[in-house]
């Protein structure tokens, strides 16, 4: 019997990544809380760019996404030269993985890192190894106990999904610091937006060769199902993630909307402001309720329950009246549920139908 291809060594112990769901069978007004979207949407400057470019669709696009990069450089006072863009964060913590880390090598991640990250490293046949985290918080001693001479990558996420929860320079500086220089430190600054003034570890890249961080426009840009990110690093690395990156890997609408959301900061502050104070409310108003959440930096909360069956019958019930939520067993947060920050009339929503739980298992 002939065997057929093999996959390369770590492909089949990938296991395939869970979005959040955006349907429920018999129920059109959903509402979907469940993936960390933009309730506001893009800039209408971004989708008018994208308009104008589908004029251009017969032409190739830049391969070197110069504007885009210029337009990133200007907004967060980064070299361009040393900014790469890719399709999603997602595909530049591939390329990192793809550059730096093989069979044989070691690829840490915490406890209840971000999903894609063991996907990454199992995909480059490399060894995802998770390190515990304080209380939901990244744990930079875990971090540096877990580091062996085969450690090539360490990912965080900061702030974190699905914890909210972030890690302060002082912490991540002693980190940088400690790690040997040939492990890349990457910082996954996809929520970074949502914490004013946050540079998304933009200074230690500077002051580290080995450290990189990683951008998105899925969420505080709105551009989800765009698929666009970035990351900016040593002149270095850049150089060889260059080398690997497809040269048309972002299309002409992609650079275009990507381009004029990035020079509307106004409406980045609008989004960061609006999604404080609701996120802010919607946590206060689950604490009353009884279910308490760590502070989040990010456009989620973590609501904890009780146990894993009271998490589960929150989520039928929520399910039951048409909203979607995130589950996070698979996090090892049986007892979660992590709920977007959506408009106001979400929010209020989403909190009421807890508020009635809760009160029904009160009344027993
Ligand atoms: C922590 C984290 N990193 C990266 C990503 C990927 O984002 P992108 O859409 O840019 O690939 C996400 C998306 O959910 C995320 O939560």
């Known amino acids: 019997m002939s065997q057929g291809p093999t996959p390369q060594p770590g492909i089949m112990e990938i296991e395939l990544y869970v979005s959040g769901s955006s349907t429920l069978e018999g129920k059109d007004n959903v509402i979907k809380l469940s993936s960390n979207e933009n309730p506001w949407g893009p800039s209408q400057k971004a989708v008018e760019a994208l308009n104008r470019a589908s004029h251009d669709l017969h032409r190739y696009p830049s391969t070197d996404h110069a504007a885009l990069r ?10 361009p030269a040393r900014i790469i863009c890719g399709v999603g964060s997602d595909e530049i913590l591939i390329l990192l993985a793809q550059a730096y880390a093989g069979p044989g090598d070691e690829v840490i991640l915490t406890e209840y890192g971000f999903s894609m990250y063991p996907i990454i490293a199992h995909g480059v046949g490399a060894t995802p190894v998770t390190v515990p985290e304080r209380e939901r918080v990244v ?78 426009f899925s969420k505080i840009y709105g551009l989800g199902g765009l698929r666009i990110g970035w990351g900016y ?28 959301a990035m020079r509307d900061q106004d409406h980045v502050r609008r989004c960061r402001d609006d999604n404080t104070k609701l996120r802010n409310w919607l946590a206060h108003t689950l604490a009353e309720h009884g279910v308490p959440s760590d502070t989040s930096s990010t456009n989620f909360v973590l609501a904890r329950f009780a146990d894993a069956d009271e998490a589960d019958a929150c989520d039928a019930h929520l399910k039951s009246e048409g909203v979607i939520v995130r589950r996070v067993a698979g996090y090892g947060l049986p007892h ?20 009635l739980f809760k009160g029904a298992l009160a009344d027993g």
């Open 70 to 79: 210029r337009a990133i450089g200007e907004v967060h006072e980064l070299d």
């Open 139 to 216: 744990d930079v001693d875990a971090i540096l106990a877990g580091v062996t001479e085969r450690t090539r990558i360490v990912f965080i996420a900061n702030p974190a999904n699905p914890t909210g929860t972030m890690v302060g320079k002082k912490e991540l500086t002693r980190l940088a610091s400690a790690l040997p220089p040939e492990v890349v430190l990457v910082l996954d600054g996809a929520y970074a937006e949502f914490v004013d003034g946050f540079d998304g570890g933009a200074s230690l890249v500077d002051r580290f060769p080995n450290v990189v961080m990683t951008r998105t």
């Open 233 to 260: 690093a040593s002149a270095e690395i850049i150089d060889v993630l260059n080398r690997l990156r497809n040269p048309f890997n972002l299309s002409t609408v992609q650079l275009a909307a990507a381009e004029a």
């Open 336 to 355: 979660c549920l992590r709920i977007t920050v959506g408009d106001e009339a979400s929010c209020r929503r989403v909190a009421y139908l807890i508020g």
